[in-house]
């Protein structure tokens, strides 16, 4: 068998890269161009969906070029997204109706408040979510309602829409869909069903002409035009960025999680087929689907992790952010001082939109190092408290912990997190999982790879084994609670 290539476009919030693979699932080329956001008014987030486009383009024919490759040798092509994301476009002619709103957007916060008291139970009995801004659902109803004839149109069997992989997937193929990691995120789908939500459409006034079909994570989706990229080429894996990382972390099976540390922390459990319920402030989504088998996991998210030692850079404290790890090693231990990030309040398990940073223990000895160490610390205690949570949930415990992204680099944050979780946390040697998760789902839809091979095709760069004693650990830990309790609500307190 001659060599096979595989490639993945991983569309995200701030850029869009395109990576080929081998066989052996190693990088051999990779091109990216940075993504602008526009914010027209306060709390409100948008993207041009045909710059996403043009640029998605630019960057595969540029990886292939680096590759050496022609397009014809891709045996398949995965796509990776920032989820949540919305856009509507002409049926006929693919044009976008209006700039993308992209998952940050807060315009409909009022809307929600509504929604939670009028719906919330049933919308997270459905959908394993809470009604938040974050999803697509109340976008697609704000369009709807604001654009002019947009409304009449969709009615009429004009207008599409789609998270970013259905807007790709339209451009690259001519197909309207999307896969259950993306639909699980629209907030009208439901998770055991597996399909749209009749109910839910009527309570948002979305008519169902308008929705992508749902086609299994790991599938034949179509083929790319010609005209785009001079060959045809099978898209046939198709994954929401933090499902993706899971897929490229290789957490195929139940009791598998990972942490992705980045501007914040994304935290996935592989629950298997179990649908799970939480009582801990966690999103029940799709892990990945194949066939009629289906992953679900358990999501948790943390809004400051990176961005705490971005905090510290911005101030002048430190130079960048590789310098924590030198800094945090100075110190024989904390004495002390923490830092609770609660810089746009605390994400899961906690969700205090009130609550605001702390940094307490402070001394006339206290140092820059100690605020770097501090930094750092708090990604692990943030991590664990969502780590904790999930086995609370799911009657899991983990046996180790997967760790990826840019923060993964920090050879003090990984073996603390170790220590203050007790298990192992592993690194692989590709920390820039995404892309890679959706060219394996990829290519075991092509037949480059089985998907037993999947777990075996991750290689592991470094294990970080736990050496703190129960005993400091439980002492840290209650240190770090009693600052939380110190942050939580302090908005409203102090408003």
């Known amino acids: 068998m001659g060599e096979k290539y595989v490639g993945a476009v991983d569309l995200g919030t701030t850029g869009v890269r395109t990576v080929v693979f081998d066989m052996d699932a190693q990088e051999l080329a990779s091109s990216y161009r940075e993504l602008p956001l526009s914010f027209p008014r306060p709390g409100w987030v948008e993207q041009d969906p045909e710059l996403m486009l043009r640029l998605s383009l630019e960057v595969i024919r540029e990886a292939l070029a680096q590759a050496g490759i022609g397009s014809g040798e891709i045996a398949a ?76 149109r969709a009615k009429a069997g004009e207008v599409a829409f789609g998270t970013v992989d259905s807007w790709l997937l339209y451009r690259f193929c001519g197909v309207h869909a999307t896969d259950p990691t993306n639909a699980s995120r629209t907030m009208l789908f439901d998770i055991r ?121 911005d101030l002048g404290l430190i130079s960048s ?77 983990l046996v180790e912990l997967r760790v990826d992204g840019g923060a993964a680099r920090n050879e003090f944050l990984c073996q603390f997190q170790a220590d203050i979780l007790g298990i192992p946390v592993v690194r692989p040697a590709i920390l820039e999982t995404t892309a890679l998760g959706a060219a394996l789902a990829a290519g075991v839809v092509a037949g480059v790879w089985d998907l037993s091979d999947v777990p075996e095709l991750i290689r592991v760069e470094r294990r970080f084994e736990p050496r703190m004693s129960s005993i400091e650990r439980e002492r840290l830990l209650s240190g770090w609670r009693a600052a939380v309790e110190r942050a939580r609500g302090w908005a409203k307190g102090a408003g």
Not at 375 to 395: F, K, N, P, W
């Open 77 to 152: 092509l995965g796509i990776t997204n920032q989820r949540e994301t919305t856009v509507v476009w002409d049926r006929t002619t693919g044009e976008p109706l209006h700039p993308a709103i992209v998952w940050q957007d807060r315009r409909t916060a009022p809307r929600c408040e509504e929604l939670r008291r009028a719906y919330g139970k049933l919308i997270r009995e459905r959908t394993g979510l809470p009604p938040d801004p974050y999803f697509s659902a109340t976008k697609l109803e704000w369009l709807l309602g604001n654009v002019p004839g947009l409304r009449e």
């Open 193 to 313: 069903c597996l399909s749209w939500d009749e109910e839910l459409l009527e309570i948002f006034s979305v008519p169902h002409g308008i929705l992508p079909e749902v086609f299994p994570s790991l599938s034949e989706f179509g083929v790319t035009s010609g005209d785009l990229l001079s060959a045809e080429i099978p898209v046939t894996g198709v994954l929401g960025d933090q499902q993706a990382a899971l897929f490229g972390q290789g957490c195929l099976s139940r009791g598998e999680g990972k942490v992705t540390w980045g501007t914040g922390a994304f935290l996935l459990l592989n629950t298997g087929e179990v649908v799970p319920e939480s009582t801990h402030g966690l999103l029940s989504t799709v892990a990945y689907a194949i066939g009629d088998r289906i992953a679900y996991a358990l999501e948790g998210a943390v809004f400051a992790a990176g961005a705490a030692v971005q905090w510290l850079r």
């Open 321 to 397: 952010a590789t310098e924590t790890e030198e800094l945090a090693e100075e110190l024989p231990g904390n004495e002390g001082v923490y830092f609770v990030p609660a810089l746009v309040g605390l994400g899961a398990p906690h969700w205090d939109p009130y609550a605001r940073g702390v940094i307490i223990g402070l001394t006339r000895g206290t140092t820059r190092a100690h605020l770097a160490r501090a930094a750092l610390e708090s990604i692990a205690y943030q991590t664990s408290d969502v780590v904790r949570a999930m086995e609370a949930d799911s009657g899991i415990s």
